[in-house]
């Protein structure tokens, strides 16, 4: 059957006029019209021709001539598909509303020659219409009528869907979303999918039908299914996504070369005008991003409001990943005016179009300055005042900063030091330090960096709330790896895979912990308020994720086979990189807070002198450019920071 659709296919195509008539996108509306009142013209035939083959014709009454009937019926018919609007549908998309509007249509003429013959009886004495005739005509108009709509759709997903590019789908997920989605399919003129089937992990819908296909089970039986009826893709519902575990439980179809493609959530779809309204081209192939999402963060909204309505905010590091997506969160709770510091011109200058063309009715401004310059944050504080310092600015990846241990040390040491300094001089009420798990039980130069800055803020914390109660309390947040933050490893495998790779990986047992940008964002707003001083907050990062395995996965989504399309290579661990990274130190526990999804770490206490004293010297050091002298003085500030596959292996011994 299907080689002989291709065929006929092929010879739709070589014949110009019908390729023309059967790929146009649609019949105009006159076309549609025209061809239901010949119906409705044919129709009639057909009944006043079967109520006198099969009925008695002697005892059906007399009639006004009948060279005047067609034309009312036509003139009556005509009316009736215009009050109802059945031409205004595309034909081939044809469902219960057009059959709806066809029979309100037909019926409605059907009234109207009854009434016409009810008044020809009264004043004439007899029949402008047999009876026999309008009651059979009912029938067969709603037949004929309906019926050219099942054809052309038919035609359509024999000649046009099945034999041409469209390809073939299934939906995961049969509750409403699931349902919009293939009603989407079914009513876009856009044709590059096919629907045939369902999928779904509940006995309950299993065998059933939901828009004319079937229902399939999530099973061990369901990919050689899905094979013999040459599925291409899968696209998984906004409800299903929230539903499952997409980090293992899409491996079905990765793992058999199915393509997984996700839709825009269904709320989307509502109080939206035609252009604005989802179409299918807004169904994308799902990313690694999303696959390793995790269910959504609830934050206490009223508090974060309280806290930063009408508020001055500063963001250090603003045109940076995390830096960002906290200006774009802290707008939603309405500050007075946000502070955007940072050192990247280009950057900073294109977030700064951004945001005015995005949220025009908030205030913003932006400070080219680096946070090591003392001077010119100490100006920048004098003349804006804030009342929140999120700070962010920082030197991140651990290969560069392994081989620039002083440029580290200025940024990360020095550059957190000038902010936290100016920060109590102009009695700011909340400084938040965005830190990071490689500050734990450091083995590289960056980590060790980010544990010496969070050392500093929190001994001087302690310092000053001995003096004064209503100090600037200091608070720092901890966590592992954003995905698709700037120099993240994703991003980097997706630019390996488009040049045909290899996919680097440096070691295979080697693992991370994973979060989303928004949701560290998020985190670090509400722990920034619910902090009272001195705290480390560190987040749960989930399970961590290994990378030759996230590499896998990459190489799946895009549609190649691990190993066979694409080749993945271990170029070993590099300096300062451990297997895995660790949100706590042996000597450390935590507490738990209002968010489960937030703990304080019980940390070891410094006394600031001291503390002030060994990171000057260390800053010192830095400006010599003495790289040994410099970690040597690191490691005597934070005695676990231990280096691995590094030079700086032999100050441990």
């Known amino acids: 059957m299907s080689k002989f659709i291709h065929r006929l296919n092929q010879r739709i195509k070589d014949n110009k006029f019908l390729s023309y008539i059967i790929t146009m996108q649609y019949l105009p509306r006159w076309t549609v019209f025209l061809l239901d009142v010949f119906l409705a013209v044919v129709a009639y035939a057909i009944s006043h021709y079967l109520s006198f083959a099969f009925l008695d014709g002697n005892s059906m009454g007399s009639t006004i001539g009948s060279a005047y009937r067609l034309p009312v019926l036509i003139v009556v018919q005509a009316v009736g598909f215009w009050i109802f609007h059945t031409y205004s549908g595309v034909l081939r998309y044809s469902g219960f509303i057009d059959a709806f509007k066809v029979l309100s249509s037909v019926l409605f003429a059907v009234i109207v020659l009854y009434l016409i013959n ?7 004495g007899m029949l402008f219409f047999y009876n026999r005739d309008i009651a059979i005509y009912l029938f067969v108009a709603f037949v004929l009528l309906f019926s050219l709509r099942m054809f052309v ?5 024999l000649f046009v869907v099945s034999a041409g590019s469209a390809k073939r789908v299934m939906i995961y997920g049969t509750k409403s979303a699931g349902v919009a989605i293939a009603k989407m399919l079914r009513s876009s003129v856009d044709e590059r999918y096919k629907l045939v089937g369902f999928i779904d992990d509940s006995e309950n819908y299993v065998s059933r039908v939901i828009l004319g296909v079937r229902v399939y089970k999530l099973d061990g039986e369901l990919v050689s299914r899905m094979q013999k009826l040459r599925v291409e893709s899968v696209i998984v519902s906004p409800m299903k996504m929230q539903e499952i575990n ?3 439980d899409l491996d079905i179809f990765l793992n058999n070369n199915i393509n997984i493609l996700a839709a825009p959530y269904v709320s989307m779809w509502k109080n939206v005008t035609e252009s604005e309204s989802p179409k299918i081209s807004q169904i994308k192939s ?49 500050p007075r005016l946000i502070v955007l510091l940072d050192q990247a011109e280009s950057p900073l200058h294109d977030f700064m179009l951004d945001l005015q063309h995005s949220f025009p009715q908030h205030n913003f401004t932006s400070c080219i300055a680096d946070v090591r310059n003392r001077k010119r944050i100490d100006d920048i504080m004098d003349l804006y005042r804030p009342d929140v310092i999120y700070h962010a600015a920082a030197y991140k990846h651990v290969p560069l900063m392994e081989d620039n241990p002083s440029e580290s040390i200025q940024a990360n040491v020095m550059g957190t030091k000038n902010m936290a300094d100016m920060a109590v001089k102009y009695e700011v009420k909340r400084f938040v330090m965005v830190s990071t798990d490689k500050a734990v039980n450091p083995t590289n130069i960056m980590g060790a960096s980010k544990r010496i800055a969070e050392i500093y803020v929190q001994s001087l914390y302690d310092y000053l709330v001995q003096k004064n109660p209503d100090c600037t309390k200091f608070i720092t947040t901890r966590f592992g790896n954003v995905l698709g933050s700037n120099g993240s490893v994703i991003p980097y495998f997706k630019k390996q895979i488009e040049q045909g790779g290899p996919v680097t990986v440096t070691h295979p047992e080697i693992i991370r912990y994973f979060m989303t940008i928004p949701e560290a964002c998020q985190l670090v707003l509400e722990a920034g308020m619910m902090g009272e001083g001195g705290e480390i907050f560190i987040f749960d990062m989930g399970k961590p994720v290994k990378i030759l395995d996230l590499a896998k996965k990459m190489i799946r989504l895009a549609g190649y086979k691990p190993g066979v399309d694409i080749k993945i290579a271990f170029t070993g661990l590099r300096p300062g990189e451990k297997l895995y990274e660790e949100l706590l130190n042996k000597k450390e526990k935590t507490m738990p807070t209002t968010n489960e999804k937030i703990m304080v770490a019980k940390v070891q206490k410094f006394d600031y002198e001291q503390v002030k004293d060994e990171i000057n010297l260390l800053i010192d050091y830095s400006y010599l450019g003495k790289d040994f002298l410099t970690v040597s003085q690191m490691k005597k500030i934070v005695p676990e920071y231990v280096s691995k596959n590094s030079p700086y292996e032999k100050l441990d011994i």
Do not use: C
Not at 118 to 124: E, H, K, M, N, S
Not at 153 to 157: A, G, I, N
């Open 246 to 248: 997409p980090a293992v």
């Open 153 to 157: 759709k038919t035609l359509f997903e």
């Open 118 to 124: 009810l008044v020809v009886w009264l004043t004439q």
């Open 286 to 334: 799902i990313q690694i991003e999303d696959l390793l999402e995790r269910p959504a963060i609830h934050i206490n909204l009223e508090n974060l409001n309280a806290f930063l309505n009408d508020s001055v905010v500063m963001v250090t590091g603003a045109a940076g990943s995390i830096g960002s997506e906290l200006v774009r969160q802290v707008i939603k709770y309405s």
